[in-house]
Nanobody
Framework: QVQLVESGGGLVQAGGSLRLSCAASGRTFSGYAVAWFHQAPGKEREFVAGINWSGGSTWYDDSMKGRFIIFRDNTKNTVALQMSSLKHEDTAVYYC????????????????WGQGTKVTVSS
């Protein structure tokens, strides 16, 4: 079993930056894909960025690429999401998730989920 806990959300002005962190306990991330999703009010949960824990390869939603960076900290067993140039439309609850696959983009490919951390971008 894997427990994921997100942190780092909060209120930020448009154009600002924020770093989210996802800490794993129980089984480690192993070699599987770990990703961030976000869900705005009234909308479906959407993929933001993913990383393969073993190889470190990353992939992004096109709208986030260049503004968001996903990276891992092996010593702390965490995956972080550095968000820059934030826009009002980035306002959402951000979730960390782990897949049983090495690469995944769809929410239904992810098995373990955190409780989410809320990000609000003021315009």
């Amino acid at each position: 079993q894997v427990q994921l806990v997100e942190s780092g959300g909060g209120l930020v002005q448009a154009g600002g930056s924020l770093r989210l962190s996802c800490a794993a306990s129980g089984r480690t991330f192993s070699g599987y894909a770990v990703a961030w999703f976000h869900q705005a009010p009234g909308k479906e949960r959407e993929f933001v960025a993913g990383i393969n824990w073993s190889g470190g390869s990353t992939w992004y939603d096109d709208s986030m690429k260049g503004r968001f960076i996903i990276f891992r900290d092996n010593t702390k067993n965490t995956v972080a999401l550095q968000m820059s140039s934030l826009k009002h439309e980035d306002t959402a609850v951000y979730y960390c998730a782990q897949s049983s696959r090495y690469f995944a983009r769809r929410a239904d490919e992810y098995v373990y989920w955190g409780q989410g951390t809320k990000v609000t971008v003021s315009s």
